[in-house]
């Protein structure tokens, strides 16, 4: 089977190179969510539209959805913007692409919502959720690696909750944390302290640590998911032994979503290149795009930006310092130099229309350029 090509594509304008990654932007869980929104608005034009929450981490999107009508009930943290008792059985509401928890769907319930009609739910979200559930059938522990306060993070654990045992580790440091607690080296009060608030009511970490497997917030680096496994499994070998592993570790690689690994090996192979600096486009609280940061940061000068308006001239970009979620303005990001080579890529959550845009602001900062048809042609 011939193996998927990650190299990178080259739009060579003269001046300026543009070094994108082979895959960007909009997956199908994305797209699917979209398409379903506006459906929704178009089949119902007297009626009160509700999404849960943001319908993806991109400002773009969200914003056209709110100018056409549409009620956000929470922000991304589940604080209320809309009382529940304002949501009817005669509405719409629609569950977002990261999903929702339990207890929002017996809420709705009791209401007479429908929430299936118009539920976005990535199938590869659900996919961890139907792992999730065969692991606590079969009495294993299901350790979620995501971030806590994360919506779909927040419904993967309430469907996984009631399941199984569950606890949610943040990074590989949390990870070796809860490792000390499987072999017994630190004190099962330390537990509940460290762990406070992600763990599932009655966890009890002398119990329900003997038998574990781990899936993911969709939208985390693979391979940091991949790490986090590989240790739990090195862990569980040396408590129980080699024979005894597939009693104690659940295999669960084949919840780690294609999209999620295609976009980051894409940008992998971005780091194998000569760039003079890279855009990465994306909604400031889009956890996916964070990460392909977090990547091309290894490299490269890297600006993460929302939009083609953050670059206000050749030498002034907006962006954000992920790290520390701040707004922070870069001057003479350009160099004086020729030809400059860009790196670009875009979240799952990004539309293509902003790349372009991106990519024609940063163009006319250049004298000189061949013309678009030119270059596309070349590639083609």
Not at 9 to 21: E, N, T, W
């Amino acid at each position: 089977m011939r193996k998927q090509d990650f190299s990178p594509s080259i739009l060579d304008f003269g001046p300026v190179r543009f070094i994108l990654a082979r895959h960007f932007g909009f997956c199908y869980g994305v797209e699917n969510a979209i398409e379903i929104s506006y459906r929704a608005l178009e089949e119902n034009p007297t009626k009160k539209v509700f999404l849960l929450s943001q319908m993806i981490h991109n400002q773009e999107v969200n914003s056209d959805l709110l100018d056409r009508g549409i009620k956000f009930i929470m922000d991304t943290d589940g604080t209320p913007f809309i009382p529940w008792h304002d949501v009817s059985k005669d509405d719409v509401v629609i569950i977002p692409a990261f999903g929702t928890t339990l207890e929002i769907e017996r809420l709705l319930h009791e209401k007479g919502v429908d929430v299936q009609k118009y539920n976005t739910t990535c199938p590869f979200v659900e996919k961890v959720w139907n792992r999730s559930e065969k692991l606590g059938k079969d009495d294993f522990t299901i350790i979620i690696h995501g971030k806590v306060r994360h919506e779909e993070t927040r419904a993967t654990f309430s469907h996984s909750a009631e399941n199984g045992p569950s606890v949610i580790v943040r990074d590989m440091e949390d990870a070796i944390q809860l490792g000390n607690y499987i072999l017994g080296s630190k004190p099962r009060s330390d537990f509940f302290e460290e762990f406070v608030g992600k763990f599932s009511e009655g966890f009890n970490p002398d119990v329900h640590l003997k038998k574990i497997g781990v899936v993911n917030q969709t939208t985390m680096l693979a391979t940091e998911t991949q790490a986090i496994a590989d240790f739990f499994h090195q862990l569980m070998m040396k408590k129980y032994g080699a024979q005894s592993i597939k009693e104690h570790f659940a295999d669960t690689k084949d919840t780690l979503c294609y999209a999620t690994n295609d976009n980051q090996d894409a940008t992998y192979e971005l780091l194998k290149t000569n760039a003079d600096f890279a855009i990465v486009v994306g909604g400031y609280n889009s956890s996916n795009t964070s990460h392909i940061v977090e990547l091309c940061e290894r490299n490269f000068p890297t600006y993460f930006i929302n939009s083609e308006h953050e670059i206000n001239s050749r030498k002034e970009i907006h962006h954000l310092n992920y790290h520390t979620k701040e707004k922070i303005i870069t001057h003479t990001f350009i160099p004086e130099k020729k030809p400059v080579n860009i790196v670009l890529t875009s979240g799952a959550s990004c539309p293509d229309t902003v790349v372009d845009r991106v990519m024609l602001r940063l163009m006319g900062y250049f004298e000189g350029v061949r013309a678009m048809e030119e270059v596309l042609q070349k590639i083609v």
